[in-house]
Structures are given as C-alpha cells and as structure tokens.
C-alpha cells in the first residue's frame, strides 16, 4: 500500500552530523504522521520523533534540541537531521507511518544503520 525506503546511515564520529532520508511512495493518501524510531542492539524499538503533513513535529527528550524532523511533501520525503551525535545514538533507524484508514495497521522501511564511533 504504501513503501517506506530509508537512505543517510553510516559511520560518523561523536559530535558530528548526519542526515537521514525516507522516500514514500504508494498510496500516499493513507498516511499522514510519518515518524522516525530507533533500534539499537540489545534494546527495543523506541520513537525519534515524528512530523505530521503540515510540518508539526515533536522528539523524544533524549534527541530534543539535536535532531531534528522535517518534511518535503512535493517530494514525499521526511528528512532528519542529527547533529552532536553521541555513541548512544547508535541504532538502526526505521521509517514509519501509520495507515490512517486501517486503524492499528503501520507500514515500516527496512531500517538504515547510524554508528556513532571515533
């Protein structure tokens, strides 16, 4: 219905910057909220932030103030930024948005790997 394609991880040193894309494509009147969440080994999945249509956004208190969401609704592309990178903030960054017709239903990219490493 709607794929999520995420592309930016790779290795970047502590302190620095990297940014991260994600490409919808489908059936984009199904969603609204896109969002970014993180996994990292050993740990659960938990929520980045998120950024609705009209360019709302909000972050979970561990990244607020150094990434941050934005979007590109021509280009149905979410963008985030993450700069002062910690080691902490190594995970595998997923893509997701909620189907707002079929409630319950999520649709995930495949994820990107940020490694946060001097």
Do not use: H
Not at 5 to 16: T, Y
Not at 41 to 52: A, D, K, M, N
């Amino acid at each position: 219905q709607v794929q999520l394609v995420e592309s930016g991880g790779g290795l970047v040193q502590p302190g620095g910057s990297l940014r991260l894309s994600c490409a919808a494509s489908g059936r984009l009147f199904r969603i609204n909220v896109m969002g970014w969440y993180r996994q990292a080994p050993g740990q659960q999945r938990e929520l980045v932030g998120t950024v609705t249509r009209g360019g709302i956004s909000n972050y979970a208190d561990s990244v607020e103030g150094r990434f941050t969401i934005s979007r590109d609704n021509a280009k149905n592309t979410v963008y985030l930024q993450m700069n002062s990178l910690k080691p902490e903030d190594t995970a595998v960054y997923y893509c997701n948005a909620p189907d707002i017709l079929a409630n319950g239903m999520n649709y995930w990219g495949k994820g990107t790997l940020v490694t946060v490493s001097s």
